[in-house]
């Protein structure tokens, strides 16, 4: 008797979650750059009228995308086009600060159905002790929605300002702490989706290179520091990331809620390197070296673990990823691999 009255529940929610994402028109604010088109694509799958905003314009728009010329850094402009086009759902790729959000959510708050902040993994505690930037005891299983956040702020600035004209000075005042606060005092109804690492074609992180680069060159061997091979963080192919923020959107289970997103079970770098090498068909050997990390890796404290668990969100909403580990890994290595031959 409860296995069918949990089946009528699950019914139910799908078919009212099916009638709401039919109707809605969405506007993605970033929805050029590499998550974007993939969100696109996965909302109109489901009979969603989709609107990319482009600061130029000047953008060829993908499947099923209709582009709109506008900046985010005028809230009044955005929000007039959330009216010419009946907008009812927004979702926010590229809220890094909260100075220029606040202002764009006090012009759409009441005038849209639900905000979609994409925050990310980085607002918690164990983030700051892996960058060293607080002490403390970590957290050594999954890192649930409740747990502990970061005691510092803008976890990318230096201790010296970057340049005007350098392009990465957005960092230095990004932090999506603030904008999860401020998201949460809106009387529109909100979602908050903290993305896991995000990789795939497109990637300008390159995640998977450490592997795929010597693994495509042929090399006998991928040597790799012994703590980068017993880290373990929580990553998210981009289709599969782009399938649960659509999701998201329009499930009535995940109106003013917080979820983690990414891979259901968190593995080893060393894991992931087998992964890879089984894709590319790679018979070489791994080296383990226990010097310290060199370069980026040796300010990070890779004993410090920072895998989530997504087990809120698929309860919530259902979600399974639609694509498969090997489509994951065989189009990113084809990714990769085609930039190394350039």
Not at 96 to 106: A, G, H, M, S
Not at 112 to 132: A, C, E
Not at 194 to 208: E, I, N, S, T, W
Not at 251 to 267: D, L, S, T
């Amino acid at each position: 008797m409860k296995s069918l009255l949990r089946g009528r529940l699950v019914f139910l929610v799908k078919q009212g979650w099916d009638r709401y994402s039919h109707k809605m028109r969405t506007l993605i604010i970033g929805g050029t750059g590499f998550l974007g088109p993939q969100i696109s694509k996965a909302l109109t799958k489901s009979g969603t009228k989709v609107f990319a905003a482009s600061r130029s314009g000047a953008v060829t728009p993908a499947a099923n995308m209709e582009i709109v010329q506008l900046d985010r850094n005028q809230p009044e402009a955005i929000l007039a086009a959330v009216r010419t086009h009946q907008i009812d759902t927004v979702i926010d790729v590229i809220a890094y600060d909260v100075e220029t959000t606040e202002p764009l959510l006090n012009c759409l708050d009441g005038k849209i159905d639900r905000y979609i902040l994409l925050s990310s993994g980085d607002v918690y505690r164990n983030y700051g002790l892996f960058q060293k930037k607080e002490t403390g005891v970590p957290q050594l299983t999954p890192l649930t929605e409740e747990a502990a956040l970061r005691g510092s702020l803008y976890p990318y600035r230096g201790d010296v300002p970057r340049s005007p004209d350098d392009p990465l000075r957005w960092m230095d005042s990004y932090d999506k702490i603030p904008i999860e606060r401020t998201v949460r005092q809106l009387e529109t109804s909100w979602s908050i989706l903290r993305l896991p690492m995000v990789y795939g074609p497109g990637d300008k992180q390159h995640r998977f290179r450490w592997a795929v680069a010597p693994m495509a060159r042929k090399k006998d061997r991928l040597t790799m520091a012994t703590a980068w091979a017993d880290w373990t963080t929580t990553y998210g192919y981009v289709e599969n990331v782009a399938a649960a923020i659509a999701i998201a959107a329009g499930h009535p289970r995940a109106v003013n809620q917080v979820f983690n997103i990414g891979e259901e079970k968190p593995v080893l770098h060393t894991e992931w390197a087998t992964r890879i090498a089984q894709v590319m068909n790679w018979s070489g050997n791994f080296v383990f070296k226990d010097d310290p990390p060199k370069g980026p890796l040796a300010d990070l404290d890779l004993s410090i673990p920072f895998a989530v668990c997504t087990q809120k969100f698929r309860e919530a909403t259902g979600f399974t990823e639609p694509f498969s580990l090997h489509h994951c890994l065989a189009e990113t290595v084809a990714g990769e691999s085609s930039l190394l031959r350039d």
